[in-house]
């Protein structure tokens, strides 16, 4: 596996940080927390769309944080479970492997 492709996965479990702060952050540090997963979030996504496609990047970057964040509010938060959002977000993640297994792998920057 590419690192690069790893840094997008961290870069997703970011933004289901960020996302999960924006809602539940109570304190101070809790939203300093939920500003630094935003910076590292962010900050990974650039570096990354700077070396690989930004499309397949920004796509799996939004389906990962989008799939993570319906598991986290059920798993920690309280939101009630679906198998309905749980297919759904299988098929979602199902789109995202395609889409990455389909797109050249050649690096940007070096283009």
Not at 56 to 75: H, I, K, P, Q
């Given at each position: 596996m590419n690192t690069k492709w790893l840094l997008v996965?961290?870069?997703?479990?970011?933004?289901v940080g960020w996302a999960a702060g924006l809602k539940h952050a109570d304190s101070l540090f809790e939203w300093l927390l939920t500003?630094?997963?935003?910076a590292?979030?962010?900050?990974?996504?650039i570096y990354c769309s700077s070396h690989l496609p930004a499309a397949t990047v920004y796509a799996s970057f939004v389906g990962l944080g989008?799939?993570?964040?319906?598991?986290?509010?059920?798993?920690v938060f309280g939101e009630p479970f679906s198998w309905v959002k749980v297919i759904?977000?299988?098929v979602?993640?199902?789109?995202?492997?395609?889409?990455?297994s389909v797109t050249a792998e050649k690096d940007v920057a070096a283009s």
């Amino acid at each position: 596996m590419n690192t690069k492709w790893l840094l997008v996965l961290i870069a997703g479990f970011f933004e289901v940080g960020w996302a999960a702060g924006l809602k539940h952050a109570d304190s101070l540090f809790e939203w300093l927390l939920t500003v630094l997963s935003i910076a590292l979030s962010f900050g990974l996504l650039i570096y990354c769309s700077s070396h690989l496609p930004a499309a397949t990047v920004y796509a799996s970057f939004v389906g990962l944080g989008t799939a993570g964040t319906v598991l986290l509010d059920m798993a920690v938060f309280g939101e009630p479970f679906s198998w309905v959002k749980v297919i759904l977000v299988a098929v979602l993640l199902v789109g995202i492997i395609g889409l990455k297994s389909v797109t050249a792998e050649k690096d940007v920057a070096a283009s």
